[in-house]
């Protein structure tokens, strides 16, 4: 079949499509991305890439037609807004006059944020009468309203009205998360038309090494180790009033891994109240994660008590259980659901620091063979519900339905 993939986000941008792109493409369809230049998360188009050139790229066998955009740059509100804009409008004018003549069989739109980049996936269904499939990731306007990144009533029902009405297009929903049902039957999706395709984590695939750059890390210390974005969805001012509750017990370290726009004030927060047994360590690449895991005894997860973020199961869920490392957690909903199903840890409600903390302690008190026995429990689950070969199955069985 040839498939198009319309993605603001694509290689050399790192997210899970490039690998769904690349897998399908290896199974023997013919696969063409429209997407616009790199510039995520740097906020600055890509070392070889332009604006005013490289429109036509490659990447292994998969035809890229690449528009221009406005660059992210500082990830302020505005800059956002005008990088959001600009891929739509870019990718309406320059984007599907290219597209029109060419046999597609189906069409499949990436729904991260923003999700109005389904909208000229939308015109071209339009226009090709072909399948249209969406893989929602993040819930719009819901999560804009969370993260109080847009707090106008009358631009949030705007924005409802755009994604109600790319889903009233579509022949087939994917949510990410159980939990996306209800707000995409409430914003107009069938839900006849909705089915769970789960992200899943390259981690099995990446080979162990030690980077260069690796700190020297305690060894004598019980290490929790939080790696990902550093931002307001993750909570992450619970795991450091945890962290001051077990400061008696001095064999643990809790080690926050990555970058995001909360890392400063955390860091402040940190040294203003004297919390010695959190460590900040540089966000490092997808590749040198089996590394940071392996030094760990366990992962640390927590996130907002927001309705809108109960719903979704974070790509940190998929490595933290791929990564066969117990875990402890505060979140809510399907993160928390995911976890306690798979029996991989010590889980408590979203913003308990106090439940956090003796999890934490319990944790630490088990016994080598209990630990690595939860671990294990977690590796399982992922194989069982998450592994990227059971999701492409159902993904290669949608496309093909849809194309009858």
Known sequence: MHLLIVSQFFYPERFILNDLANTLSKQGHRVTVLTGQPNYPDGQIFDGYSNSSRWKDRYGDITILRVPVYPRKDG????????????????????????????????????????????????????????????????????????????????????????????????????????????????????????????????????????????????????????????????????????????????????????????SRLQKKVKSENIKNVVFLPGRPSNEMPYYYQQAQALAITLMDDPAIARVIPSKVQSYLASAKPIVGAVNGQAQETLLKAEAGFVGPAKDAEILAKNIKKMIHKSDEEVKQLGQNGFVYYTNHFSKEKVLLRINKLIHRSDM
């Open 76 to 263: 302020k509100a505005i800059h956002l807004a005008l990088n959001y804009l600009s891929f739509i409008l870019s990718a309406t004018v320059f984007g599907l006059p290219r597209l029109l003549f060419l046999k597609l069989d189906s069409i499949i739109a990436w729904g991260t944020s923003p999700a109005l980049q389904a909208l000229p996936a939308v015109i071209l269904k339009i226009f090709k009468r072909k399948p249209l499939h969406f893989w929602v990731q993040d819930l719009w306007p819901e999560t804009l309203k969370s993260l109080d990144v847009i707090k106008s009533p009358f631009l949030l029902r705007l924005i409802g009205f755009f994604v109600g009405l790319i889903y009233k297009f579509c022949d087939a929903i994917w949510v990410q998360s159980p939990g996306f049902e209800e707000s995409v039957v409430k914003h107009g999706g069938h839900k006849d038309k909705i089915h769970w395709i789960p992200n899943w984590t390259n981690l099995l695939e990446q080979k162990l090494f030690t980077p260069d750059s690796a700190p020297q890390l305690d060894p004598q210390k019980f290490k929790i180790l939080f790696a990902g974005n550093i931002g307001k969805a993750q909570d992450l001012d619970t795991l450091l009033e945890a962290a001051k509750i077990v400061q008696s017990e001095d064999q643990i370290q809790i080690l926050l891994l990555g970058e995001g726009s909360e890392k």
